[in-house]
C-alpha cells in the first residue's frame, strides 16, 4: 500500500522524518511554501521541524507569520486557490478553533461551491496530545469535529515512515488536508524511513500486528499502546489484530471489515474524549456491516471525559493506556 521512488532507507525519529517530507515537497514543487509562527532559523518552530529549511530555501518559501492564526489560515487558504501548495502550521491543534471559519466555511467548502473548478491543495499541520504536561488549553484532540466536516481530509500518523509518506500525498492532495502530529512520537518513535520522494495513500489502514481473537482500531500514539497490550496478552495465548487507522477522512473501511469478520470482536481506541469520539463512527459501521457476524458489541476505549488536566498524576489518568486491557479482556469474557 505504499510506494517510493527510492529504494534506500535509514533511521529517523518522526520529527526528522516530518522535515524530510518538507524538504521533499520543497525541492520537487516551487508553488510548495510554507507558513507559521517562528518557523525560521534558528528555531526552526516550536519543535525545530523547520531547522535548516529557511537557509536551503529562502524567507520567500519559509515564511514568519504573527501570533494570528487566522491570518496564517486565510493566507492559507488564499493562496492556496490561487494555485499553490501550502502548509500551513498551526502550532498547537486547540488553535484550529481560533481559525475554523476559514478552514471549514471556507476551505472545505470552496471546491464544492465551485463545482469542482476551485480545487484547495492546503495542507494544515497542527500537533496536540495529553502527557506532555501543556495543559487543557494545549492538549485536546479534535479530530472527531474535522472528520465531521464534509472537504476536508484528516490524517494521524503513527510511526515515522508513515509520518514523512502520509505527509507528503497530503501536500500533493488538491483538497484540503488536516495532518495531526501526537507531540508525544517526535522524539519517542524511530524507524526506518525510505529516502526520496515516498508516498502513503491516503484511505489506506496499515495492519500493525496479526491477530485472531480481537481486533483493537486505533491511530496515532495509542497505536503503540495496542501493540503493547497485544504483546502482553500474547503470552497468555491471546492473539490481538492491530489496526492503524493512519488516515480517518477518507477511511478505509475495506481493511477494518475484513479484519472484524475475521476476529468477531473489536475495540476502537483513541486519545481523545470517548463521548462524541471518531470511534463512535467506527463502531456504527462496523454494527452496521457486521451485526450477525460479531461475537458482542464493539467496545470503545478514549480520554476520560474531562479537560485535559495539567497535574500529571491526573493527566496519566485521563489517557485511555490503562483502560485498554480491561476492555479487551471484559470482550473476550
Known amino acids: 500500500m505504499t510506494t517510493a521512488t527510492a529504494p534506500d532507507v535509514r ?139 464534509p472537504g476536508l481530509k484528516v490524517v494521524v500518523p503513527s510511526t515515522a515512515a508513515d509520518a514523512k509518506g502520509l505527509l507528503l500525498s497530503c501536500i500533493f492532495d488538491d483538497d484540503p488536508c488536516v495532518y495531526i502530529e501526537m507531540n508525544n512520537l517526535y522524539f519517542g518513535v524511530s524507524d526506518d524511513v525510505p529516502a526520496g520522494d515516498y508516498r502513503v495513500p491516503l484511505g489506506s489502514a496499515r495492519v500493525a500486528r496479526e491477530g485472531t481473537d480481537l481486533t483493537l482500531i486505533s491511530y496515532g500514539r495509542q497505536v503503540n499502546d495496542c501493540c503493547a497490550v497485544a504483546d502482553r496478552l500474547a503470552a497468555e495465548g491471546i492473539s490481538l489484530e492491530v489496526i492503524d487507522l493512519r488516515s480517518l477522512q477518507p477511511l478505509d473501511t475495506a481493511t477494518i471489515f475484513n479484519s472484524v469478520a475475521k476476529t468477531r470482536r473489536a475495540v476502537v481506541v483513541h486519545e481523545a474524549v470517548r463521548r462524541g469520539g471518531f470511534g463512535a463512527e467506527v463502531a456504527s459501521l462496523i454494527h452496521s456491516e457486521l451485526f450477525d457476524q460479531l461475537a458482542g458489541p464493539v467496545g470503545r476505549v478514549g480520554g476520560a471525559d474531562t479537560p485535559v488536566p495539567y497535574a500529571s498524576s491526573l493527566e496519566q489518568e485521563f489517557l485511555p493506556t490503562n483502560r485498554i486491557e480491561p476492555a479487551v479482556r471484559s470482550l473476550l469474557g
Do not use: W
Open 11 to 149: 533511521k529517523m525519529m518522526m520529527v526528522d522524518a516530518i522535515r524530510d517530507a518538507l524538504d521533499v515537497a520543497l525541492e520537487l514543487d516551487e508553488r510548495v511554501f510554507q507558513l507559521g509562527e517562528d518557523i525560521q532559523d534558528p528555531k526552526g518552530g516550536g519543535f525545530g521541524i523547520h531547522k535548516g529549511l529557511e537557509a536551503k530555501y529562502g524567507s520567500e518559501r519559509i515564511r514568519c507569520t504573527p501570533i494570528s492564526e487566522q491570518a496564517i489560515m486565510g493566507a492559507a487558504v488564499g493562496a492556496a486557490i490561487t494555485g499553490m501548495r501550502p502548509v500551513a502550521e498551526i502550532m498547537l491543534m486547540n488553535f484550529l478553533a481560533v481559525a475554523a471559519d476559514q478552514l471549514v466555511n471556507h476551505a472545505a467548502k470552496l471546491r464544492y461551491m465551485s463545482g469542482g473548478v476551485t480545487p484547495v491543495p492546503l495542507t494544515v499541520r497542527t500537533t496536540t496530545g495529553a502527557g506532555m504536561g501543556f495543559g487543557a488549553q494545549h492538549s485536546d484532540m479534535l479530530e472527531a469535529q474535522l472528520v465531521h466536516t
